[in-house]
């Protein structure tokens, strides 16, 4: 039963291109969560999708971040002319659909680390 | 928005110490999680607390929810180096979304 995976593990990027993070979720899981993180701080919420569908963005920046998560295939974070102040750890995780009284475990990915040049 | 903080922010204890952490949320909150990350890892999910004044034990590592379910701790008896990390509490206000709080960073000295 294979965990949360996100592709790549690092990327570098220079300022001005596009990054595009993937995250595949656990088998059976239908919500996704993004989250960045920078050095020596804490996890920052993104954005929260179920499939197709985007939840929660109140953690996402107005321009150039975007997230989706179709019927088929990875949920992508998306982040466009990229700045050196978007290098940072992005996490993914993913959660089954609610059970009963909001028993919410988040299973993490190993997170993609993104640095911009 | 909801907001939860954390103290401390870093804890150097000598091993064997005892080790807490505090977390307090400015509302009341419909469950709170703790995760540990190691350092370069990932977070890692250790428990969830939901009813008021519960305790619950993982080995050395002692969880408790406040009575008035706006604040929890987690503490850590007998420290080893294998508990370095930061320990993060997640707060939810009764839907998926979580709120992580600011995270204690723990350092064990052998």
């Known amino acids: 039963n294979a965990g949360v995976m996100q592709n790549p593990r690092h990327l570098v990027r220079r300022r001005g291109q596009e990054a595009r993070l993937r995250c595949s979720p656990m088998k059976g899981h239908s919500h996704v969560y993004w989250y960045r993180q920078l050095p020596e701080e804490g996890l920052k919420f993104m954005v929260y999708l179920q499939k197709e569908n985007i939840i929660d963005e109140s953690g996402m920046p107005k321009e150039r971040f975007s997230a989706e998560f179709p019927k088929e295939g990875p949920s992508i974070l998306r982040i466009q002319q990229v700045v050196r102040g978007d290098s940072a750890a992005y996490f993914c995780?993913?959660?089954?659909?609610?059970?009963?009284?909001?028993?919410?475990?988040?299973?993490f990915g190993p997170g993609t680390r993104l640095t911009v040049l | 928005g909801q907001q939860v903080m954390q103290i401390p922010q870093y804890q150097h204890v000598q091993e064997g110490e005892d080790f807490t952490t505090y977390c307090n949320s400015s509302t009341t909150l419909s469950n709170i999680q703790w995760y540990k990350q190691r350092p370069g890892g990932h977070p890692v999910f250790l428990i969830q607390?939901?009813?008021?004044?519960e305790v619950k034990k993982q080995k050395r590592l002692t969880f408790q929810f406040g009575e008035a379910k706006k604040n929890s701790s987690l503490h850590i008896t007998a420290t080893q180096t294998t508990d370095v990390g930061t320990y993060f509490c997640a707060a939810s206000g009764g839907y998926q979304k979580v709120t992580f709080g600011t995270g204690t960073k723990l350092q064990v000295i052998p």
């Open positions: 607390l939901v009813k008021s004044g």
């Open positions: 995780a993913s959660s089954p659909p609610l059970a009963g009284a909001d028993y919410n475990e988040q299973f």
